[in-house]
């Protein structure tokens, strides 16, 4: 008798590899990124150079190319780990320069007094450096401008071609749910300001001292200048320039929907008349003339993509090999908290292990099962684990801009970021509507047959297969045939009897059609690269210190691995490239505090000159305006564009169904257009 070892077809059929994803290793890279060792790995740190010489030393390990080759043949375990490294431009730290004075009432010899950096006033790290003289001064409240809000903290204050001073915080107090949260953040107000016409903003600290005050700690956020210089007082210099009541005065008339008391002025004319007080304190200049210099040296510091390169096996001939598959996922996070964090305070780690260690442990755990993979993949590999994702995807827009492969090669990007808490089989994919193959794809992956495949083969955490071999030849309903004779009868079988049934089970998929999102995937869809995107979820750890290592379900992350390895062998298997396809945007249902809807797709990177578009959707109130992907909008409704927020500011001025001009760079020339927003739904 002959005896045929064959692949059960409804069990091992279409099975990539002979490794699967391993409980330990991934509890080892998820230990290890999410100690406190590595600080929480924020961008520039040397937390994260750390992380990104780990994921680098995994790399070389398992024997993935770098994209930079040394001159001269080496030794693989001599050769140098930076090879790993594509580098991008990141500030990571803002200090004070030598330049940096405040005076009042300059020139007035019996009345001049200088005031201190980093005891009396501290510039914020995103403030434009420049010296401000002879100016005026006005109060303007909290330094407020919202049209959807019907709030304008200038109306009643001519800041001109003067000095905005303005109170931290908003109306609503520490209410984080209030109608000013997104309007009263430091640069919308900055954005606010320089729509006003002010030459400078001056915030009042709630602080008594100026050195408790977390926007005294100088910090930068990558995402271009203010425009003006921004700066932080004291109490004790904010009395000092607002001259007309206490602060207590003025702080009660912040909100100018309190008119109250009425109060005895001289006009110019030196006549005396009763206003309320609020108008008062609100449109009267200070008579103090102001003269500072700000000067901040934004420093940057070595950043890194880390990637490795699995050559594609395929013959040159069918040049397959050319063609790329990208496996990314972001190892930065949050550091010691700070911006983006949603601790109570500032100073503890934040470990990010499920955002994103789970992430760049499934990376890894990738490349080791298709790197020992007999065939090997026909097209070629590229496992990216991008830093400066937290800051704004800053290191996959870095790599789309600067790719290694040409994008018109790369014929999908797999994105996994927050894979590591799987409750109840519930699993998130996104990017189904970029390709036409997707849905099909996946559906097909995701059965009780291919799930009982992949839990069957998959070594628990010791390492023994979940299933038992039998010379028994009638296998039982929890069993399956592995070796069959001539006769087709099952000679050799496989008991699945110890199998949980969890491990068997398809998953509870959320499939999501949109490819931009607030991950690295959106980098790639954002050059018409098919996209897929694999997440289980917030959580109450969410960019808190408490994401650690033992909250990790790590047999669910090897689930969800075995998974996505299907899904990449099936697209490595065939010869047709995925489809792209236009997804459908999910974006305008949710609440962006916006009530209109452009379709525009901002890049978060730095800028001083412009926002730069990466995508515009289509069939929106951009494409019809004739925007595209690429073109740098420099004014928008009247507003000069030269960041982000001052984009958004812009955009919350806006009103659904009114026409309204918007100037872009395109090629070198400045291009205006017309544009008419959408009720947003």
Known sequence: ??????????????????????????????????????????????????????????????????????????????????????????????????????????????????????????????????????????????????????????????????????????????????????????????????????????????????????????????????????????????????????????????????????????????????????????????????????????????????????????????KLNEETIVIGAHYDHLGRGGEGSLAPREGDIHHGADDNASGVAGLIELARMLSTQNPKPRRTIVFIAFSGEEEGLLGSDYYVNHPIFPLAKTVTMINMDMIGRLQDSKLIVGGVGTASDWRSMIQSENTVEKMQAAAAKNPSASGSPNYQVSLNGQASSTGFPIVIGANGQPVVTAELSKLPLSLAAPFALTLNEDGFGPSDHSSFYSKQVPVLFFWTGTHDDYHKPSDTADKINYEGEARILSFVERIVFDIDKSDKRPTYTVAKSESQGRSSGFRVYLGTIPNYADSNDGLKLDGVRDDSPAAKAGLKAGDRVVKLGGRDVKNVYDYTYALGEMKAGQEY?????????????????????
Do not use: C
């Open 1 to 318: 008798m002959i005896l045929v070892a064959v692949l059960s077809l409804t069990v091992f059929a279409q099975q990539p590899g002979t490794n699967s994803s391993s409980v330990d290793r991934i509890r080892q890279v998820v230990t290890y990124l999410a100690s406190d060792a590595l600080e929480g790995r924020r961008t520039g740190t040397s937390g994260a150079n750390d992380a990104a010489q780990y994921i680098a030393g995994e790399f070389s390990r398992l024997g993935l190319r770098a994209p930079v080759q040394p001159t001269r043949p080496t030794r693989p375990q001599v050769e140098s780990l930076t090879r790993y490294f594509q580098s991008f431009p990141y500030v990571s730290r803002v200090d004070l320069g030598k330049n940096n004075l405040f005076f009042v009432n300059p020139g007035r010899a019996d009345d001049t007094a200088q005031f201190m950096v980093g005891e009396d006033w501290m510039p914020l790290g995103f403030s434009t450096n420049g010296s401000i003289k002879s100016a005026e001064a006005v109060f303007a409240g909290y330094g407020i401008s919202s049209a959807e809000l019907k709030y304008n903290d200038y109306a009643l204050s001519n800041a001109k071609d003067r000095v905005a001073v303005i109170f931290a915080g908003t109306p609503d107090g520490d209410n984080p749910h209030g109608q000013f949260v997104q309007a009263g953040q430091i640069r919308f107000k900055a954005a606010a300001a320089r729509v006003a016409g002010a030459r400078a903003l001056l915030i009042i600290s709630d602080e008594e001292k100026l050195r408790d005050d977390r926007l005294s700690r100088l910090s930068y956020d990558n995402n271009g200048e203010a425009g003006i210089p921004v700066l932080l007082i004291s109490k004790g210099l904010a009395q000092k320039i607002l001259t007309l009541g206490t602060l207590d005065d003025y702080r009660a008339t912040a909100d100018v929907r309190q008119v109250d008391t009425h109060i005895k002025i001289d006009k110019p004319t030196s006549s005396v008349a009763e206003i309320p007080r609020s108008l008062a304190l609100r449109s009267s200049m200070v008579r103090l003339k102001l003269d500072f210099a700000v000067d901040v040296v934004r420093r940057e510091s070595p950043s890194f993509n880390v990637v490795g390169i699995l050559p594609g096996s395929d013959p040159i001939l069918s």
């Open 661 to 681: 001009e918007v100037e872009v760079m395109r090629d070198g020339q400045r291009l205006t257009m017309k544009i008419k927003p959408e009720a947003r739904k």
